[in-house]
C-alpha cells in the first residue's frame, strides 16, 4: 500500500541523473537488408482493460504535495494542454524507484497544478534504455501528456545512470518492479487518485526497456493484468527472462524499428510483431539508427548521433504514430487503422504495416 497523503501529487520533481554511458546492448547479428513494408489497409480492433494490476509495496513522495482534490471543470480545454512534472519514488522489493510523472495541467512546469478530468486521464508507463537517463526522451513524454496523458518514468536500479553500479542483466528484475510501478499509480485510492483512469493503462519501452515491456505483455514469466496497449520501441524477446512467450491477443501492439539499426536488429522487432495476435502495427522507419528516432536532440552526441533534419523526420514520425495509436486504443478514439496509417504515411521517412505478417530479415540475438 501507499504510504503518505493519499489523494496527493508531489510537488517536486526528482532530479534525475543525466550522465549518459555507452548506450547499453548490441545486437548486431545477422541483419538484412534495408526494406520498405507497404501500408495495409487491414482494419484492427480496439480491446478494453477489465483490471488493474495489484501492488504490496510502498510508495513515497519526496517533497511536499500538492493536492489533487477540488471541482472538476465545467467544460474540459481541448489539447495540447500544459505538462506538470512531479516526483515520486516506488518502493519494489527493497529497491527504490525514482519516478517522473507528467501529466496535463494549468500551467507548466514542476509541481503545477493538475488540470482535473472526471473519471482521471489514461496512464502510460515509460521503461528507458539501458544506461539511458528518462529524462533524455522528455520531448517523446511531453507529447503524450500535452494530449491528455499521465506519463510516469521510473529510473530503474542499476540500468540508469546514477542509479547504482551499472549491472545489463538487472534488466530481468524490471518486469517485476514495472509491476509495483503500474500497481501503485493506477490505485484508484493510491498517490495518483484521481488523476489516472486505472481501467486505461499503457505501456511503452524504448531498446532494454522494450525488452522489459514485451515481457511484460507477452511472457508469462512477467504478465502484468490490466494492460489496455502496449508500444516497443526497438526491443527484443529475451531467453533471459525465462517463462515463454505467448502473445496476448487482448492488447493491441504497435512496434518501431529502424531498417538501419545495429543495436537491436530490425529482425528482433520483426519477431515481436510477426507473433503478436491481437491488432498490430509494424512502423518502419527507414534508415534510422538507434537512438535518433526516440531521444532529445540534446542527448544524441553521447550516443554518437546527429541532430539533422532527418533525425528530426524520424522523431515526428514516432510522436504522431505513437500519438494516433495511444488515442486509439488506450483514450478509446473512434478513428479507424487508416488514421494510424495515415500519420505514418511519411515518404522517404517511414511505411507502416497494419496486419499482415513482416519478413523476417536474419535473426535475434539471446531470442527464444
Known amino acids: 500500500m501507499l504510504v503518505g497523503a493519499a489523494v496527493a501529487v508531489v510537488a517536486v520533481m526528482v532530479v534525475v541523473a543525466t550522465t549518459l554511458g555507452s548506450g547499453g546492448r548490441t545486437r548486431a547479428a545477422t541483419a538484412g537488408s534495408a526494406r520498405t513494408f507497404p501500408v495495409s489497409t487491414s482494419a484492427s480492433t480496439a480491446s478494453s482493460s477489465t483490471s488493474s494490476s495489484t501492488s504490496t509495496s510502498t510508495s513515497t513522495s ?12 465545467a467544460v474540459l480545454p481541448a489539447p495540447p494542454y500544459a505538462v506538470g512534472v512531479t516526483g515520486l519514488t516506488v518502493s519494489a522489493a527493497g529497491a527504490s524507484l525514482p519516478t ?14 493538475p488540470l482535473q478530468r472526471s473519471g482521471g486521464w489514461p496512464l502510460i508507463v515509460f521503461s528507458q534504455g539501458y544506461d539511458i537517463s528518462p529524462e533524455a526522451y522528455s520531448r517523446l513524454l511531453d507529447s503524450w501528456a500535452r494530449e491528455g496523458y499521465v506519463v510516469a518514468a521510473p529510473s530503474y536500479p542499476y540500468t540508469t545512470p546514477g542509479q547504482g553500479e551499472l549491472d545489463e542483466a538487472n534488466i530481468t528484475v524490471h518486469p517485476a518492479e514495472l509491476k509495483v510501478v503500474v500497481g501503485d499509480l493506477a490505485d484508484p485510492g493510491g498517490i495518483l487518485a484521481g488523476m489516472v483512469d486505472s481501467t486505461r493503462i499503457g505501456l511503452v519501452g524504448h531498446s532494454d526497456g522494450g525488452d522489459v515491456t514485451d515481457a511484460a505483455v507477452n511472457n ?8 489496455s496497449a502496449a508500444i516497443i520501441l526497438a526491443g527484443a524477446e529475451l531467453r533471459s527472462f525465462g517463462g515463454s512467450y505467448e502473445p496476448n491477443p487482448s492488447v493491441p501492439l504497435l512496434v518501431v524499428q529502424g531498417d538501419g539499426d545495429t543495436i537491436n536488429v530490425p529482425a528482433c522487432s520483426q519477431q515481436i510483431y510477426d507473433s503478436a495476435t491481437g491488432a498490430r502495427y509494424y512502423l518502419d522507419l527507414l534508415g534510422a539508427g538507434h537512438h535518433a528516432p526516440y531521444l532529445d536532440p540534446s542527448y544524441l552526441a553521447a550516443y554518437h548521433g546527429s541532430d539533422d533534419t532527418r533525425a528530426a523526420a524520424y522523431r515526428r514520425a514516432v510522436q504522431a504514430v505513437t500519438l494516433a495509436f495511444w488515442q486509439r486504443y488506450l483514450a478509446g478514439a473512434t478513428h479507424s487503422a487508416a488514421t494510424i496509417e495515415a500519420d505514418a504515411h511519411l515518404p522517404g521517412v517511414a511505411t507502416l504495416t497494419a496486419g499482415p505478417a513482416v519478413a523476417v530479415t536474419g535473426s535475434c540475438p539471446g531470442a527464444p
Open 62 to 73: 519526496t517533497s511536499s504535495s500538492t493536492s489533487t482534490t477540488g471541482a472538476t471543470s
Open 100 to 113: 517522473t510523472v507528467r501529466y496535463p495541467a494549468h500551467a507548466s512546469g514542476s509541481g503545477a497544478k
Open 220 to 227: 508469462t514469466c512477467c504478465r502484468i493484468p490490466g494492460v
